[in-house]
């Protein structure tokens, strides 16, 4: 039997550890991660090996040669162009006709039994057996669900947090028929996990999932690099380590010199022919490389250090990386999270800050202060993208240069000329940030279309309807006057999907910025009639008729913010009575906090019931959302808001459908069924929503926020566009929002949330659909259990914090909170809180 080696990879995210040199070379306890599973091919039998190589081929192929040296026999199958990981061992099938192969990747350390899986694979008679392992964050694997026999029933590859179902992920170690290999084209980008498996799985073949009991590490990031080397010297995993036990956890190879002075405390390693000298101290999970340097009164603990290193006097590191043939003179200092590529000088007194990236060939001169990556590497940051965008304090997290950063990402993401249109809100931050923000695409050979001040729904309108590919929106954090929230738009002037979120991360934590030459660099516009076209269009869009006829007074609050831009322009052309309230642009304060937005609803509330208005609107400062109070005077909440809205449209449709995020009460459901319209249940992601709400015969969309989607106009979030399109509804049905809302039964819905440390989510999910199992369940977003009577619960991982959300519904309260509190218990048990 042979195995197959994947060495193809170019291990992005490891860099600059992978600038010059690929994945499965790095090394892990001084030898390189591939050595350590070609050894352990070797000690369960697989000796014949095909390494299939792409990025820096020929460093792997001359590092290794024929195997002869490990026992084993190598072949090579080289990729001219990247292929996948089902494409790769295609381009070996001359080599594994014969007989089932093993696929094993060259850049995972693990110690897992190949033996007793390849045994569950013969004896299950299975096409594919798919290695599986149980990790505390799933989110970045491809999850396999498989049932009491280990068959496999569904793949999802890299979920958000809503799509766990389960901690068990694709470790990518397969054993293989040879007849598999018929299913993927030659000379093609094919994928196992996206492509053939799912394809397998929906034609009834046996695939099989074996979860195995062994360490597994995907060696991935630089926390997983450091990870790996401190469970290998923990003896967390099964490898083979050159040397011998100087002392308990004190490894040190042949030819190294230790002085007795020197100070050592394991568990460490100290590479072959390295030498510490007297007063040097190594502390835990100190890795020397061969020939390394360390002089006297150098202080290193938790450092990575690779060959040929020099370690001058009274250098400090600390849980850092250094790329081989590296200089650290006299006195430097090195913190957490730093890796130092390869061949760099840093020179005596140098101080390198957390997280900073210095990639290889670079100097840093003495004395100097390292804030920030030296070209073109910083520290990655986890959830960069919150739910409302790119979310931080003014001049604290959102700084000039972060909005420059993060401009030359997104610049870097889209191709040369094109254009992106650029707003702001009313504030003075924005303003000011939104400069940096212009400057980085110019720069980036990206044109910008700027609105200046304009509530956001006029910027996603604009966006939808140029030639833009994309939009920048900048807005005070609804409720935190002190924080900016950086909104990025698609060219259907949507939020970025999360796959577009996840790009943009990836260039922006790797810092590599394209730069346009000077010829390039790209124009500034100012759209002269941005509002104009949004409210002639929205006009033209929205059902206005019986307006005029109706004589409606009704009372309008722009909260200080851009709605304020255009209201005008379109209440002068719809012939309504409107009294118009805090309609001055706020730069200084242009939100509110919550007890300011109480009292200015309260006053909108007096207003409507003394004016005798039919309803009043309050609209965020951007004018993408929207509070409603009756013609009584009397607020309506948010989720009776949506089912109110929801009424008025199905009412006068008559058919088509709706779309609502699972989190919304089942009366909607009935709302919708008794006037003829159907649900589309979706996730609560606002991308979810509006790629939903741009569906064939979609009539209406909301997210029980306050946020209302008019599809015959776009399908966004538009608090302006809602509100015309409910002073039509209300002009023809002649029924008041009050009596609209005493006829929709009162939903019986409770929320809680449940602290969940991150390394347990999956562990919940799982927990769940095992504590589901025989009822009904719906895994749109999350994991909602429906109960035999109707009632239902769902549990939501929340993307951003450590908490898990539950809704549960049933036909009284009591019920509800009998079936909320079943649930929270499973979730606080799997999450140990």
Not at 815 to 826: D, G, K
Request: with cysteine.
């Amino acid at each position: 039997m042979k195995a197959v080696v994947m060495a193809g990879g170019e291990g992005t995210r490891l860099r600059p550890m992978t600038a010059n040199q690929p994945k499965p070379l790095l090394p892990v306890i001084n030898r390189p991660i591939m050595e350590h599973v070609l050894r352990l091919l070797r000690r369960h039998g697989l000796t014949e090996t095909v390494v299939t190589v792409q990025f820096l081929a020929a460093l792997i192929r001359n590092y290794f040669g024929d195997g002869e040296e490990l026992g084993m026999n190598l072949h090579y199958a080289t990729e001219d162009m990247p292929l996948g990981t089902a494409g790769s061992v295609k381009n070996a099938v001359d080599k594994l006709r014969d007989d089932r192969f093993l696929v094993i990747s060259g850049d995972a350390l693990t110690d897992i039994d190949l033996t007793d899986m390849i045994r569950f694979h013969r004896e299950n008679g299975a096409l594919v057996t798919i290695g599986l392992k149980r990790v505390p964050n799933p989110l970045e694997f491809g999850i396999v669900i498989v049932d009491d026999r280990g068959r496999v029933q569904r793949f999802l590859e890299k979920p958000t947090w809503g799509q766990v179902f389960s901690d068990t992920v694709n470790t990518g170690i397969y054993v293989m028929e040879p007849e598999v290999l018929d299913e993927v084209a030659a000379g093609e980008v094919v994928d196992w996990s996206s492509d053939v498996f799912p394809r397998l799985l929906s034609r009834g073949a046996p695939l099989y999932g074996y979860v195995a009991d062994g360490y597994w590490e995907d060696v991935g990031t630089h926390e997983s690099y450091f990870k790996a080397q401190s469970d290998a010297l923990s003896g967390r995993v099964k490898i083979e380590i050159d040397g011998f036990e100087l002392s308990p956890g004190v490894w040190v190879a042949e030819g190294a010199s230790v002085d007795a002075d020197a100070v050592l405390k394991g568990p460490l390693y100290i590479g072959d022919y390295a030498k510490v000298e007297a007063g040097a101290e190594l502390r835990e999970y100190t890795v020397l490389g061969s020939n390394a340097v360390v002089r006297e009164g150098a202080f290193l603990h938790r450092a990575i250090v690779h060959g040929n290193v020099y370690i001058g006097p009274s250098a400090n590191l600390r849980g850092c990386v250094i790329g081989k043939n590296t200089d650290v003179m006299t006195g430097a200092r090195i913190e957490e999270s730093v890796v130092i590529g390869d061949e760099c000088i840093i020179e005596s007194e140098a101080y390198v800050s957390s997280g900073v990236k210095v990639y290889p060939f670079k100097t840093v001169e003495a004395g100097a202060v390292i804030n920030t990556s030296v070209i073109w590497e910083s520290r990655g940051q986890r959830n960069l993208f919150g739910p409302r965008g790119v979310c931080g304090l003014v001049n604290v997290e959102i700084t000039p240069e972060l909005c420059v950063r993060l401009a030359s990402a997104y610049a870097t993401t889209l191709r040369k000329g094109a254009s992106v249109v650029t707003s702001r809100d009313s504030s003075r931050a924005a303003r000011a940030l939104k400069r940096a923000v212009i400057s980085a695409l110019n720069a980036g050979a990206i044109d910008v279309l700027d609105l200046e001040a304009a509530p956001l729904p006029v910027a996603r309108f604009h966006t939808a309807r140029t030639a833009a590919v994309g939009g920048i929106a900048l807005r005070t954090t609804p409720g935190d006057p002190q924080s900016v929230d950086i909104v990025f738009m698609d060219g259907r002037g949507a939020d970025l999907s999360l796959g577009e979120q996840r790009k943009l991360e990836r260039v922006f934590s790797r810092q590599e910025f394209r730069r346009a030459f000077p010829g390039e660099i790209a124009e500034l516009g100012f759209p002269a009639r941005a509002i104009d076209d949004y409210a002639h269009e929205l006009l033209r869009c929205v059902d206005m008729r019986g307006v005029r006829d109706t004589g409606m007074k009704v009372v309008v609050d722009c909260a200080g913010g851009t709605s304020s831009l255009v209201l005008p322009n379109l209440l002068g052309r719809v012939g309504v009575d409107v009294l118009t309230v805090n309609s001055r642009l706020d730069d200084a304060s242009p939100t509110e906090t919550l007890a300011e937005r109480r009292r200015d609803l309260q006053r909108l509330s007096e207003l409507v019931s003394s004016a005798r208005a039919a309803f009043g609107v309050r609209f965020d400062p951007v004018g993408e959302r929207v509070a409603l109070v009756d013609e009584k005077g009397q607020l309506i909440s948010e989720e009776r808001a949506l089912l109110v809205v929801l009424d008025l449209v199905a009412a006068e449709r008559g058919g088509g459908r709706v779309a609502l995020p699972v989190t919304t009460t089942r009366v909607a459901e009935q709302v919708c069924r008794f006037h003829g319209v159907q649900v589309e249940w979706t996730a609560t992601s606002v991308d979810a929503l509006t790629s939903a709400a741009g569906g064939h015969d979609m009539i209406f969309a909301g997210d029980g926020r306050g946020g209302f989607v008019v599809p015959e106009f776009a399908p966004t979030v538009d608090g302006l566009a809602a509100f015309l399109r409910l002073l039509g509804l209300v002009s023809r049905t002649r029924l008041s929002l009050s009596k609209i809302d005493a006829r929709i039964p009162e939903a019986k819905i409770l929320k809680r949330t449940v602290p969940t440390p991150w390394a347990a989510k999956g562990a919940v999910m799982r927990s769940v659909i095992e504590a589901a199992e025989g009822q009904l369940i719906d895994t749109t977003d999350g994991v909602r259990v429906v109960a035999e009577d109707g009632g239902w619960a769902l549990v939501l991982p929340d993307p951003t914090d450590a908490v898990t959300h539950l809704w549960a519904e049933a036909q009284d309260m009591d019920s509800a909170q009998s079936l909320l509190e079943h649930w929270a218990r499973v979730v606080e048990q799997a999450a140990g809180t």
